[in-house]
């Protein structure tokens, strides 16, 4: 099966660390951008951060920039996404998403079910 | 940045009519880099359209999305008990990539 499974959420005291992955399968996971978006509770779709396929590129949103990385191991097929500095802000249910960027059109495919971060003390 | 607003915030209607989703950006957006999602409660989002126009796999054709540059539409022809959701719209012509904040079409 086309699949993206997350990982690594959990509770977090503010200024903690995390990092979340996203395990890939059912495609050429190498071939791929990839996207992590975020909904914090009640909220709205937050796109954070993204990577090109050989990780030459990486883009974020203005508010997590200097805190979070974004980074993939093309070998097993995973994405990660390591959170520093952590807010309560923060929280949120964070998404794995696959980018589609070909033939002049671009979108997010395939999506994972989440995993949740709380930030708390 | 491109700014994404969704109207109405909530809309009211009963299984059968018809619903009509608006989504405009603050700068214009090709038509191969708008897309549509819908999600339900406790899911994770589902790609509806891409490309303004074009159904995603397995998507019915009661689903269409018309528009261009700034001004987008969602149309759902005639509500069926599974399409009482919250749809979002999408830009990906540039960084930050944004998301309007939701259109919610609820049972009236």
């Known amino acids: 099966d086309v699949q993206l499974v997350e990982s690594g959420g959990g509770l977090v005291q503010p200024g903690g660390s995390l990092t979340l992955s996203c395990a890939a399968s059912g495609f050429t996971f190498s071939t791929y951008w990839m996207s992590w978006v975020r909904q914090a509770p009640g909220k709205g779709l937050e796109w954070v951060a993204n990577?090109?396929?050989?990780?030459?590129?990486?883009y974020y949103v203005d508010s997590v920039e200097g805190r979070f990385t974004i980074s993939r191991d093309n070998a097993k097929d995973s994405l990660f996404l390591q959170m520093n500095s952590l807010r309560a802000e923060d929280t949120a249910v964070y998404y794995c998403?696959?980018?589609?960027?070909?033939?002049?059109?671009?979108?997010?495919?395939?999506w994972g079910r989440g995993t949740l971060v709380s930030v708390s003390s | 940045d491109i700014v994404v607003t969704q109207s109405p915030g909530t809309l009211s209607l009963s299984p059968g009519e018809r619903a009509t989703l608006s989504c405009r950006a603050s700068?214009?957006?090709?038509?191969?880099?708008l897309a549509w999602y819908q999600q339900k409660p406790g899911q994770a989002p589902r790609l509806l359209i891409y490309a303004t126009s074009s159904r995603a796999t397995g998507i019915p054709d009661r689903f269409s999305g018309s528009g261009s540059g700034t001004d987008f539409t969602l149309t759902i022809s005639r509500l069926e008990p599974e399409d009482f959701a919250v749809y979002y719209c999408?830009?990906?012509?540039?960084?930050?990539?944004?998301f309007g904040g939701g259109t919610k079409v609820e049972i009236k």
């Open positions: 998403a696959r980018d589609f960027r070909y033939d002049a059109k671009r979108y997010f495919d395939l």
């Open positions: 700068q214009s957006v090709g038509s191969g880099y």
């Open positions: 990577i090109k396929s050989d990780e030459r590129e990486k």
């Open positions: 999408h830009q990906y012509e540039s960084s930050p990539l944004t």
